[in-house]
């Protein structure tokens, strides 16, 4: 995986994956790897900075919950309304950069 295009599309990635239901870190980084057959390996230094740093823009928000087999809560992140028309906004971009570039490799 190129750690650039990563970075490039990593709120992307993650609004998408919380998009359905809220979601807690392990969830969402094995979300990721099943999604992608493992092409998505999220690591905790790569994760969490961006979680906080969506909760901060105010497009997710996080409330701590327990699991279901018990031990200490853990936060679970779901969109907020700015959270769905962001994940919009990307995903019309990523649409539109996808066209582009098919376009100028030409398809295969």
């Not at 970075?7 to 992307?12: A, C, I, P, R, T």
């Amino acid at each position: 995986m190129n750690a650039n295009l990563l970075k490039g599309n990593l709120d992307l990635i993650l609004l998408a994956i919380i998009e359905p239901s809220p979601i807690y870190g392990g969830e969402i980084t094995r979300e990721a790897s099943e999604r992608t057959n493992g092409y998505f390996d999220f690591k905790e230094g790569t994760l969490y900075p961006a979680l906080h740093r969506l909760e901060k823009s105010g497009f997710i928000k996080g409330s701590f919950q327990y699991l279901p087999r018990g031990g200490s809560p853990v936060k679970f992140y779901e969109l907020t309304e700015s959270g769905k028309k962001e994940l919009s906004d990307k995903r019309r971009e990523q649409q539109a950069f996808d066209q582009a570039m098919s376009a100028l490799l030409g398809k295969s």
